[in-house]
Structure formats: structure tokens, C-alpha cells
């Protein structure tokens, strides 16, 4: 089951909520709202969602007073199944312009497209250097998105978090979830070599400042999970969310945090544990997801 909360910036009694689906319009690059099932108008700030088998996109808004005023749409937030899995190589989140980069999808289906949902929430479904199950990119800015990969038959992957610079340094970290108990290794790279004296920082907070070029993490714990960055000569990198996955829980939530860094997500991840904070419409749509895995006897 998945719980969606919606939040509203000044938050007060009177409020009423709506719950809609994000459909894609491909054509026109845009998205359509389809209201879910007893999704309108509800008292409660959380909707739960059951049975989620497929990816989809979810949006919420706010109304009170009579006549209703209504806020803005927040931006469309997805939640992921993953009977297929995306790998990335370099493997890593930040990437410089020019870059190669390689995005394969893995899984027993025979045709796969590669989609992408860029910064500014358009919606693209079409890679330009496809061959076989993977999708070849020379990275430019634009190419800073969420992927994910879907078969012919509908089934999608994981989603991952791409973000491309035009400045080092970037810091080379997982651009999947680390399982609780494992070994990570950060560092902090030019377009030339892996740095050496450089800072590295997690939720802002300087946690090494020597000599060594990289930052270990012996046994990651979810209390490692957070945003990393690292500086070189006076210059940081953008940061980036690592998140952890435990080893021994049934389930897990995702926090889908707003703005342009991905890292997250959200961002997404699944994307990341995400929020997105939409200052016009006083609309904050904030996700709780919750995988249950199946139990087996």
C-alpha cells in the first residue's frame, strides 16, 4: 500500500482535499489529472492507495470557503513497482555535459524503451541512441532527470536520478539505495581524476577534512542516509541523496523532497524520499510510500 499526504503551506480547519492520477499526454508533453476513487473533496490530508502493481504519477490540491477556492495543483509524484531493474554505468548520480553514460534495462521482456522525466516536469519517452535494452547518452544539461525503464508489455523498473554539470567538482556516490550492513566509498572527482584533499559534507556538516581523496563508510546504517557534497580548492560539488535500504524491514518509506536537486529523489526512490513545495498554489505534497513485500510461508 502506498500513503500520500497532502499538506497546505498555511495549514488551518476547513480545508478539503483532492486526489487525482497524473495521466501522460506524450503528444503534448504534458499531463492530464484523473480524479482516484472517493478522491474528492475528502476532510482526511492522506489518501491510501492499495494494490499499486504499476508506476503512476500522483497530484494534490486544496480547497475551503464557499464558493470553494482552490489551491494549484502540487507537481505529479510517482510511485514505482519494479519487476525490472535499470543499471547505470558510470555508476553514479552526477555526471559531467559531454559524458557517455549507458542506461540498460534488465529483465525477461524482449522490447524496452527508456523513459525520462526531466526537471521542469515534462514527460519524454524516447531515447535518442537506443540499441537493444540500452539506452547510450552524451550528456547536456537537459539530461538531468529521473529514468526508469518500461517493457513492451508495461512492466517498469526502478527509477534513478541523473544530474549533469558543467563544473567540478561532482562527487561520485551510488545512484542506487545502499543495503543497510555494506561498504560504501564516496569520493570527489574532475573531469580528469578522482581528487585528493577534499571535504566532504552530509546535511551540510563537515564529516572528513584530510588528505584522503575518499569518504568510507564501513557498514552503512539508515542513519547514514542524507545528502552528500564535497569541496575541492574553495569549490563544492552539487550534493546528492544516498539512500539506504534496510536489510531486515518488511518495509520502507520514501521521503520526495522539492526543488531542482535531485538526489533524492525523490527523489524518487525509489526516487527518494521527496517533497515538493509548491509556494503558489500553498500546495506541499509530501509521500510516505510504503512497499509491503509479499509474505511467504
Not at 489518501?47 to 502540487?74: K, L
Not at 551510488?174 to 561498504?183: I, R
Not at 525509489?270 to 510516505?288: A, D, I, N, P
Request: some cysteine.
Amino acid at each position: 500500500s502506498v500513503t500520500l499526504n497532502c499538506e497546505v503551506e498555511h495549514p488551518s480547519a476547513g480545508w478539503s482535499f483532492y486526489w487525482y492520477k497524473a495521466v501522460p499526454d506524450l503528444s503534448e508533453k504534458s499531463s492530464s489529472y484523473e480524479l482516484l476513487p472517493d478522491g474528492s473533496g475528502t476532510a482526511q490530508d492522506s489518501y491510501i492507495i492499495h494494490g499499486q502493481t504499476h508506476t503512476a504519477g500522483y497530484v494534490c490540491r486544496a480547497g475551503r470557503g464557499d464558493p470553494e477556492y482552490h489551491t494549484d495543483h502540487s507537481q505529479p509524484k510517482f510511485v514505482w513497482s519494479a519487476p525490472a531493474s535499470l543499471t547505470v554505468s558510470p555508476d553514479r548520480v552526477q555526471h559531467f555535459t559531454s559524458d557517455s553514460v549507458s542506461l540498460t534495462c534488465e529483465g525477461n521482456f524482449i522490447e524496452w524503451r527508456v523513459r525520462k522525466f526531466s526537471e521542469d516536469g515534462q514527460l519524454y519517452s524516447d531515447c535518442r541512441r537506443m540499441t537493444g535494452s540500452t539506452c547510450n547518452i552524451y550528456t547536456s544539461k537537459s539530461d538531468t532527470a529521473v529514468y526508469w525503464c518500461e517493457s513492451g508489455s508495461g512492466e517498469f523498473s526502478n527509477a534513478v536520478n541523473i544530474t549533469v554539470h558543467d563544473y567540478d567538482p561532482i562527487l561520485v556516490s551510488p545512484v542506487h539505495p545502499v543495503t543497510e550492513g555494506t561498504s560504501v566509498s564516496l569520493s570527489c572527482c574532475s573531469r580528469e581524476k578522482i581528487l585528493s584533499n577534499v571535504i566532504f559534507y552530509y546535511n551540510n556538516k563537515i564529516i572528513q577534512n584530510d588528505t584522503w581523496g575518499e569518504l568510507n563508510i564501513s557498514a552503512v546504517s539508515k542513519s547514514d542516509e542524507g545528502f552528500y557534497k564535497c569541496q575541492y580548492s574553495g569549490r563544492e560539488s552539487a550534493q546528492s541523496w544516498m539512500s539506504v535500504r534496510a536489510v531486515f524491514s518488511s518495509s520502507f518509506s520514501v521521503l520526495m523532497i522539492s526543488g531542482l536537486i535531485f538526489g533524492i529523489v525523490f527523489i524518487f526512490l525509489v526516487f527518494l524520499y521527496k517533497k515538493v513545495y509548491r509556494k503558489k498554489g500553498e500546495t506541499l505534497l509530501f509521500y510516505s510510500l510504503k512497499y509491503l513485500n509479499k509474505q511467504h510461508s
